[in-house]
């Protein structure tokens, strides 16, 4: 059965470093790509960045100077670390595994994780 | 950075309408888009893949269609059970999510 769960801290200071990890289960990391994508309150879904099974990464442009995606497949957890955190940061941060083209799809999505920015 | 735009922002329908949402995208991404309903509170759930397919256990009063930069997700006659935001997302290059449309009963 295909899993993916988000763990990390619910709060985080202005200013300091998010730190998220997603363990999945029922696939391996080196098939499968994972994404991390999030939802402030209220708001529509933001596309973050992608590890792929291959261990390549690429980051949405507006979030590249920050963040910074990277995984240990032995252990079936991908990481996400992202600096300089605003309130604006404030989300619900998804892990997923999406795959999609004419052949098929695979498309798995954690529950997410509430993060808020406040001191 | 290929931008998604969603049309309407929000839509409010009766029950057994036809709906049609939009989402236009700034260049051609040659068929290469989902889409996604959102319910609160809940992640995003795979409707339509590649622009035109519907995932398994998905009524069959949902479908897509699209080609270029304009695609369409059509539901034949709405249900009050599909009150929800919906997302477009493509993958032709790089990834994107449209800002979404929010679908109400009216």
């Known amino acids: 059965q295909v899993q993916l769960k988000e763990s990390g801290p619910g709060l985080v200071q202005p200013s300091q470093t998010l730190s998220l990890t997603c363990t999945v289960a029922g696939f391996s990391l080196t098939s499968y790509n994972v994404h991390w994508v999030r939802q402030p309150p209220g708001k529509g879904l933001e596309w973050m960045g992608v590890i792929w099974n291959t261990g390549g990464t690429r980051y949405n442009s507006a979030l590249k100077s920050r963040l910074s995606i990277s995984k240990d497949t032995s252990k079936s957890q991908v990481f996400l670390k992202m600096n300089s955190l605003q309130t604006e940061d404030t989300a619900t941060y998804y892990c997923a595994s999406l795959h999609s083209s004419y052949m098929g799809y695979f498309d798995y999505w954690g529950q997410g994780v509430m993060v808020t920015v406040s001191s | 950075d290929i931008q998604m735009t969603q049309s309407p922002s929000v839509l409010s329908a009766s029950v057994g309408d036809r709906v049609t949402l939009s989402c236009k995208a700034s260049q051609n991404i040659n068929k290469n888009l989902d889409w996604y309903q959102q319910k609160l509170g809940e992640a995003p759930k795979l409707l339509i893949y590649?622009?035109?397919n519907l995932q398994t256990g998905i009524p069959s009063r949902f479908s897509g269609s699209g080609s270029g930069t304009d695609y369409t997700l059509t539901i034949s006659s709405l249900q009050p059970e599909d009150v929800a935001t919906y997302f477009c997302?493509?993958?032709?290059?790089?990834?994107?999510f449209g800002a979404g449309t929010k679908l109400e009963l009216k």
């Open positions: 997302f493509q993958y032709n290059s790089g990834y994107t």
């Open positions: 590649f622009t035109n």
